[in-house]
């Protein structure tokens, strides 16, 4: 498995790509990935340190203005994961961002939001023990846990 780049990480996270199918696109030449994705995470992150305007941060991104707010919310998101200070707890923030994107149109309150982090991560905790007793790592099943969200990302298209 390809070990990735900060950069490489926060790109995976700011356009929503698991990270083992942004690492499967790495060392093959793909432009997006080797260079245009980890870009626009390195600009992301100098106007985030810097304090750019909307307005600059759109001319260097190539964007629209009205567009800038989602960018920077995508990048302080991925930094919230990847700068986590551990992988449990990278787990645990992407989990919680990702409930909470999904189920903000149900008004759910912060307890509701919790307790689903909370029995996700109980579950990936099972996950673990079952892997364990096999004697398998997770990365064993990774394209299977893809698998379905990856088909469904296709009938979406």
């Given at each position: 498995m390809r070990s990735m780049t900060r950069e490489q990480l926060l790109a995976?996270?700011?356009?929503?790509?698991?990270?083992?199918?942004?690492?499967d696109h790495?060392?093959?030449?793909?432009?997006?990935?080797?260079?245009?994705?980890p870009d626009t995470a390195r600009s992301l992150e100098r106007a985030e340190k810097e304090?750019?305007?909307?307005?600059?941060?759109?001319?260097a991104m190539e964007?629209?203005?009205?567009?800038?707010?989602k960018w920077r919310k995508r990048y302080r998101d991925a930094v919230e994961v990847v700068?986590?200070?551990?992988?449990?707890?990278?787990?645990?923030?992407?989990?919680?961002?990702?409930?909470?994107?999904?189920?903000?149109?149900?008004?759910?309150?912060?307890a509701e939001l919790e307790n689903a982090v909370q029995q996700v991560c109980y579950r990936a905790a099972d996950l673990s023990y079952l892997l364990d007793h096999r004697k398998e790592k997770l990365s064993d099943y990774s394209d299977e846990?893809?698998?379905?969200a990856e088909a469904e990302s296709d009938d979406q298209s």
């Open positions: 995976a996270e700011i356009f929503s790509y698991s990270f083992a199918n942004y690492a790495l060392g093959i030449g793909h432009l997006r990935f080797e260079n245009h994705m304090g750019w305007s909307d307005e600059r941060l759109a001319k964007v629209e203005v009205s567009e800038v707010p700068d986590a200070s551990s992988p449990a707890e990278a787990f645990r923030r992407a989990v919680r961002q990702l409930l909470a994107s999904e189920l903000h149109r149900h008004q759910i309150g912060d846990l893809r698998r379905e």
